[in-house]
């Protein structure tokens, strides 16, 4: 007890003008204007300040934002009509029967709806990514043991990045379109004229629609899409849009460059497409290949 109050002898003077400070604030800021000046202020600063916070907090969340959004995008996507096989003939489990007195089937059969689940998408994350070389890369945090293969397809929140070219345990390695080597079956959404989309190494978001002839009806803006005609990509998603043609000389197609919509310089993460039937249609090619 003695030290405490030698403590606050010693210390009477500090005191004394902590004291005194409160006093002097407290009587300036009763006043009306000094008031509001102080509220306006402390305002301006606590919400800065408060605006600050908001903005460390909303990037730590941001992570986790991402996932989400690209959890849903990969639901939404599998739930699109596009991954499914629709078969349009009619199914028969017994022939139908017929009539030749009164020349007419006995037995209408009704049409059995044959669809079913042809393509899967799952999530994979950039860890790699090259946009300015001729042969361009891309990998992901997912492999053989994540059931990636080679020969899938990738793509993107806005449309086709590549195919998968190479696979290790944990991760794969991605020929996008931007890579010289690149080639995928495309189409023009408007009148199903099929070309083959390529890269000439000059522009990463820029590429090549080729073996379109020059009597198609082609416009800037058309939209190109996957044409189905591979074990890669179902039919229909989005790759880019006409952004110019004309016909090349001495030959009957057009040079088409196409604006493609997959961000190359910004890919953070990517959804794997998996055909559910490659291994029996890559079979059943195969013995057409041995008969020839």
């Known amino acids: 007890m003695r030290k405490l109050l030698v403590f606050l002898w010693r210390s009477y003077a500090f005191f004394m003008f902590v004291v005194l400070e409160i006093i002097a604030l407290s009587m300036v800021f009763s006043n009306g204007h000094q008031a509001a000046v102080f509220n306006y202020f402390s305002n301006q600063i606590g919400g800065k300040a408060f605006s600050s916070w908001q903005n460390v907090d909303g990037y730590l969340d941001l992570k986790k934002t991402n996932e989400m959004l690209v959890a849903e995008n990969l639901s939404l996507r599998n739930q699109l009509r596009t991954g499914y096989l629709e078969r349009h003939d009619k199914y028969f489990e017994n022939p139908p029967l017929y009539d030749s007195i009164a020349d007419s089937l006995l037995l209408t059969p009704e049409k059995v709806d044959t669809t079913i689940r042809a393509y899967e998408y799952f999530g994979a994350k950039v860890i790699s990514n090259s946009i300015s070389r001729q042969k361009n890369y891309i990998m992901l945090n997912k492999g053989l043991k994540q059931g990636v293969r080679v020969n899938m397809g990738v793509v993107s929140q806005l449309g086709v990045v590549g195919i998968v070219n190479n696979v290790s345990s944990d991760f794969c390695t991605v020929l996008p379109i931007i890579n010289i080597k690149s080639r995928i079956s495309a189409k023009l959404k408007t009148n199903h004229e099929m070309g083959n989309l390529m890269w000439d190494g000059s522009d990463s978001e820029f590429a090549q629609l080729n073996s379109i002839e020059s009597y198609i009806p082609v416009s800037v803006g058309d939209t190109v899409i996957t044409s189905g005609f591979s074990y890669i990509f179902p039919e229909g998603i989005m790759i880019g849009t006409v952004a110019d043609f004309y ?16 961000e190359f310089s ?11 039937f490659y291994d029996e249609q890559m079979r059943l090619e195969k013995t057409l290949e041995d008969k020839e």
């Open 247 to 262: 016909p090349l000389p001495n030959e009957n197609s057009y040079y088409i460059s196409v604006k493609l919509c997959a």
């Open 266 to 276: 910004s890919l953070q993460y990517v959804s794997l497409v998996k055909n559910l």
